[in-house]
C-alpha cells in the first residue's frame, strides 16, 4: 500500500474537480479524501502504487471541461490504511485564485436536456450545473455557496436537493442548480411592467415580437441586452436612434455556428472560440455578397467585419432556436451608459428605448459585460474583457508586499482591478465614467472587488491625470495612492500577462494620455525594468487644435499635423488638396489657434496621428464613436501592397537624456503626394501601417534590448500588430502582446496593479 497527496492549482473549484476525484478513486478502488483549499484542491489517496498512477493521470486527462489546472503536484506521504474515499467540507479560501470563477457558457449534457421533452428540465431556461451557468454574475460574498450567491431565496425541490447532495451527480454542489419546479421564472413586460405572460409563453411572446420588427429588452446572465431582427433596416435604425448611437457596429448573436459561416469566415480556432465555454463576442471578417438572412448594413455601417456571438445560455438557446435568424445584441443601456441589470430599474432606464422586457427573478449581483475578441496571429486577443473571463485571476511576476491594493483604471472603458498575494483579479468592464451612472458603476465595482475577495486594501493605484473621476475617486479614499504614468500602466500589463520582469522596451501607442511634462502622450517608448520606467523615444509631437475636440474630429489632428509638416502653407494645403471641408469661419478659428498655440496642446499621440492619416485620406473627417477613423482606415486596407516605404526618421535630441524623435513629418509628405496623385486609399493606408510598423523595429534596433512590448489601444489594429510582430522578429527581437488582458483602456487597471506591487515592493 502506497499514499500520494495531490496538489491542484487552478480553476479547479465549483467545476466538478472533487466529485471527479471521487469517481476516480472509487473506479480505482482508492481510499483517502478530497478537499477544496486556498490555491485549488488536495487530495490524499491510498491503494496499488500502479491504482495511484492511473489517478494522478486521469485526473488531469479527464478532467471537468471547465476546469483549469495550472499546476499537479504529486508527493509521497505515509499510508494510514484508509479504504473509503470521502469528500471533506470546503475549508474557507483565503486567495484570490480558487475563489470564484466567470460565468460559463451552457454545456453539452445541460443543452441536450432543455431540448429533450422528457427531460424534467426540458425548455428549462435556467438550467446549469457544475460545467456552465452563471458564478461570478450571482455570487454575493465567500465561500461560493448557494447561501451567498443570488439564488438563495429558491428554496431546492426534492429532485434538486438530491442531485446536489450526490457526488455522483453532474449537479453536485452546483450552487445555481434549479428546475421548473424551484427555479427562477421568465415574465415577459410591457413598458410599464404590466406581465403579458410566463414562462415559456413569455418566450415564445418575445419571439413573436422580435418577428414583428419589435425592440426586446432581455435579462441575460449579467445585464440586459437589447435585440432586435438582424435582418430588419427599419428595426435597426429604430434602435440606432433610440439608443443614440448613430455608427458604432452592433454585435449580432446568430442561432449556431452553420447561421454564423452563412455570413463569415470562421477559421477552425474562431470557431473554437465561438464555441468555448467563454463564449465571447468574435470579429469576424465578412463573406463578400448578400447571403440569405444577411444583417442589414445599419448592423455594422461600412464594416468588413461583424461581431458575432453564439447563444451562452439556455434562454438564449432556447430563444434563438424559435427564432431561427441573426439579431442584434447589444448592451441594455444607452450610448456608453454602464449596462442596466435590475428589472424594476430598467424600465425607467431603457423607458423609450425597448417595447418589450423580457425578464426573470434570478437577480444579478453585479453588471457583466459580453467579452469582445478577435483572433490574431495565430491566438485570441481579447478587446473587451467580461463575461467567460472575468474575475479569473493572473498571476503577477512581482508578488508585492503584504497587503491588498487596489487600482482604479483610467477613464473610458473602465475596469478595476485588486492585487493581493500575487494575484490581480480585474472586474468586468464597466465603461466611460463622463456620466454620473458611469461613475457610479465604476465605484460600486472598487466597492464590490474588495467586500467580495474581503481585502482591505491598504494602498490605491491610479492614473496621473488629475481630472479622471478613476483619479478622484483614489484620492477620496484616503490610502496611500501610487500614481502611474498611463502608458506605464499600458506597458506593465503586457508585461504582467506575458510574465516579463527585468528589462523590456514598451511601446505604448493610444489616443492620449497624462505626460508627466504636461503634453498629451500617445506615442511613446518606454524602457522599463522593476519599478522603473524611462521615456527613450516618443513620436514627434504637434499640435491639436481644439484639445479633446479634436478626438471627435479627426480632421482637426489633419490640420494640426499638417500645420507641424508645412507651417502657414498647411491653410492652403487643408483647403486645396484634400476633403477635410473646413468652412472659412472654422479655418480662420482653427488657423488662429494653431499659429497662436492657444487651445492648441501638443501631443505625440499615436491614434491621433491615425486619425489625421484617416481624414487626409478622405476616410472620416468628424466621428460619432472613440477610434472611428483610425478603425475604418484599417479596414480600407485590402489585399494591395505598399508601393513604397514611407519614411519616418529618427532624430536626435539635443540633451543626451532627452528621448529621441520618430519624426513622421517626411511621412506625411509621401502620403499628401500619393493622394495627391490619386494613389487609392487602401494602398496609402497599407503604406503607412508599414511605416509604422518599420519605425518601430527601427528604433528597437536603437535601444537593443531584445524584448519589446506591444501595448496601448492601437495594438487592437490586426495590421499594425501583425507587421510591427513580424517586422520585429526578422529584426531579431521578441515581441510580446496582449491576450487575456485588453490592449485598450481596459487593461490599464491590471498594469496600474501590477506597477504598483512592484514599486511598493521595493519600497
Ligand atoms: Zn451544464
Ligand atoms: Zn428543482
Ligand atoms: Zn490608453
New binding site residues.
Partial sequence: MQRARVTVRGGVQGVGFRPHAWRLAGELALGGWVSNTAQGVLIEVEGRAEAIDAFVHALEARRPPSARIESLEVAPVAPRGEREFAIRPSARADSLSAAILPDLATCPECLREILDPRDRRYRYPFTNCTHCGPRYSVVEALPYDRERTTMRAFA??P??AAEYADPAERRFHAQPN??P???PVLALWDADGRVLAERHDALLGSAQALRDGRIVALKGLGGFHLLVDARNAQAVERLRQRKGRAEKPFALMFPDLVAVRAQCEVSSQEAALLASAQAPIVLLRRLPGTAPGAPVPQAAPGSPELGAMLPYTPLHHLLMRELGFAVVATSGNRSEEPIATDEREVLERLRGVADLFLVHDRPIARPVEDSVARVVLGREMLLRRGRGYAPYPLALPSPGRDGALLAVGAHMKSTVSLAAAGQVVTSSHLGDLDAPEGRDAHEAAARDLAALYEAAPAAMACDLHPDYASTRYAERSGLPLVRVQHHVAHVAACMAENGLTGEVLGVAWDGSGYGPDGTVWGGEFLLLDGARARRVAHLRTFRLPGGERAVREPRRAALGALYEALGEDAFDEAGAASGLNFSPGEMRVLSSMLVSGTHAPFTSSAGRLFDAVAALAGVRQVASYEGQAAIELEWSIGEEHAADLYPIDIVEPEAASAPLVLDWVPMLGSIVRALRQGVPCGSVATAFHRALAEAIAALAVRIRVRRVALSGGCFQNRHLLEWSVERLRTGGFEPFWHRLVPPNDGGVSVGQAAWAAAARAEG
Fill in positions: 431546492m425541490c429532485a434538486c434549479a428546475c419546479a424551484c427555479g
